[in-house]
């Protein structure tokens, strides 16, 4: 089982730019949330999919947004990048909404 | 709005020792709890899962209590290893989908 898998690793950005980061859930979950890390900070939950569909939504603006497809992996996007957008962004997935959450190894995305 | 902390924010002992890391949370009506480690510049990987209804957990040299009332957690580490340097993160999810975090202890264990 590779676990929850994450992609790219690294991304470098310019400010305005777009972006999408994928994640590949653990095998047999069908639940996928998005969470992004500031240094020294605690995640912070961006939104969560289950069955295609989002079904909670963090404190994040509009330019975040994401997808999930039928096979239950997810991407996140987000648009118009920020310099405050640099940070490590971390796919957790589970089986339905209550269970243990496995977490990929994130994507560190810095913004310039 | 649930508040999670945790204390202290920093650690640093000799290989060997006993440690306690402290989690809070001010709203006790939560689904589960769920304790993490996270290397410098990596994801997190799940140590301890303990449901609302369960006391504690115990993993290996790993046990971590739950007192839902007074909102604590506690992460017991016994004889701890320079392996175990990491900054560990608890969460607390309500009946919503959603982890709250705390913003971890960072701890040292230096042979």
């Known amino acids: 089982d590779a676990g929850v898998t994450q992609s790219p690793t690294h991304l470098i950005k310019t400010r305005g730019q777009q972006v999408t980061l994928r994640c590949s859930p653990k095998?047999?979950?069908?639940?996928v949330s998005w969470y992004q890390q500031a240094l020294g900070q605690g995640p912070q939950f961006i939104f969560q999919y289950y069955e295609e569909e989002e079904r909670q939504r963090g404190n994040f603006p509009d330019r975040f947004s994401g997808h999930q497809f039928p096979n239950y992996s997810s991407e996140l996007n987000v648009n118009a990048l920020l310099l405050g957008d640099s940070a490590l962004y971390l796919c957790a997935s589970s089986l339905e909404q209550y269970t243990e959450a496995f977490f990929g190894q994130g994507t560190r995305l810095t913004v310039v | 709005k649930q508040e999670v902390t945790q204390i202290p924010a920093a650690l640093s002992v000799p290989e060997g020792e006993n440690l306690v890391l402290n989690c809070s949370f001010t709203?006790?009506?939560?689904?589960?709890l769920q304790w993490f480690r996270q290397d410098p510049g990596k994801g997190l990987t799940s140590l301890l899962l303990i449901q609302s209804s369960q006391r504690e957990q115990t993993s290996g040299r790993l046990n971590a209590s739950l007192d839902k009332s007074s909102g604590r957690s506690t992460l017991y580490i016994a004889a701890s290893q320079p392996g175990d340097s990491a900054t560990y993160l608890c969460?607390?999810?309500?009946?919503?989908?959603?982890?709250?975090f705390g913003t971890g202890t960072r701890l040292q264990v230096f042979p």
């Open positions: 969460a607390v999810r309500r009946n919503t989908d959603k982890l709250i």
């Open positions: 095998s047999g979950h069908d639940t």
């Open positions: 709203d006790s009506a939560i689904y589960n």
